[in-house]
């Protein structure tokens, strides 16, 4: 089967841009969950989508959004960008169906901004 | 506050000694689950093992274990006969609720495993 499927993995973009990341998750998984990870803040959990309902979001400003497809795969969208926003993207899709079922994480797209 | 705490942001194990993680959480909910995570210098998050509130068992995978001490709220990792192939980060990790799909990570203990 395969993995998270994270696209691209590398972006740079300039203060003020915005950007589209995309994650494609494993076959069947229904629940893809948004992570941004800093040396400084760790991983912070963005937001959490189960069949194209958003069910959870972390506390980032508005500037960062996100969606599902009918078909699970994701996209995040960050807007204006920030030298701050600069940070290794996770996504991480589960079942969704039991709760104890632990996050598959893709390999990330790192954004620089610039 | 901090719901997940590692305190040891660095630890240095010798190979094949046994290594201890520290994890310490905070919640009010009776329905819980803590994860750990292992993340190479490659990047990727790799899942290890998963301990639930209710469980009566601490859980074990292989060479990983988890000392959860419920009137503590600490679930340490164990490994035991550390490889040079361990060294990561590790990050413990925790979902509140039975509903709730919100799995928030603490900020991870680097691990260094010397030959």
């Known amino acids: 089967k395969a993995g998270v499927t994270q696209t691209p993995r590398y972006l740079i973009k300039t203060r003020g841009q915005q950007v589209t990341l995309s994650c494609s998750p494993i076959s069947g998984h229904r629940s893809v969950s948004w992570y941004q990870q800093t040396p400084g803040q760790g991983l912070q959990f963005l937001f959490e989508?189960?069949?194209?309902?958003?069910?959870n979001k972390g506390n980032f400003p508005g500037r960062f959004s996100g969606r599902q497809f009918s078909n699970s795969r994701s996209e995040m969208n960050v807007s204006t960008l920030e030298l701050g926003d600069s940070a290794l993207y996770l996504c991480?899709?589960?079942?969704?169906?039991?709760?104890?079922?632990?996050?598959?994480f893709g390999n990330g797209t790192r954004l620089t901004v610039t | 506050a901090q719901k997940i705490t590692q305190t040891q942001p660095g630890m240095f194990v010798q190979e094949k000694e046994a290594v201890t993680l520290d994890c310490t959480y905070d919640?009010?909910?009776?329905?819980?689950?803590l994860f750990w995570y292992k993340q190479p210098s490659s990047g990727e998050m790799i899942f290890l093992i998963y301990q639930g509130s209710y469980d009566q068992q601490n859980a074990t995978e292989g060479r990983y274990s988890l000392n959860f001490q419920k009137a503590r709220k600490s679930a340490n990792l164990v490994i035991s006969a550390s490889q040079l192939g361990d060294s990561a980060m590790y990050f413990c990790?925790?979902?509140?609720?039975?509903?709730?799909?919100?799995?928030?990570f603490g900020k991870g203990t680097r691990l260094h495993i010397l030959p």
């Open positions: 919640t009010s909910d009776p329905s819980y689950g």
């Open positions: 990790a925790m979902r509140e609720g039975e509903r709730d799909d919100k799995i928030i």
């Open positions: 989508y189960f069949s194209e309902t958003q069910r």
């Open positions: 991480a899709s589960r079942t969704g169906r039991t709760y104890n079922s632990p996050l598959h």
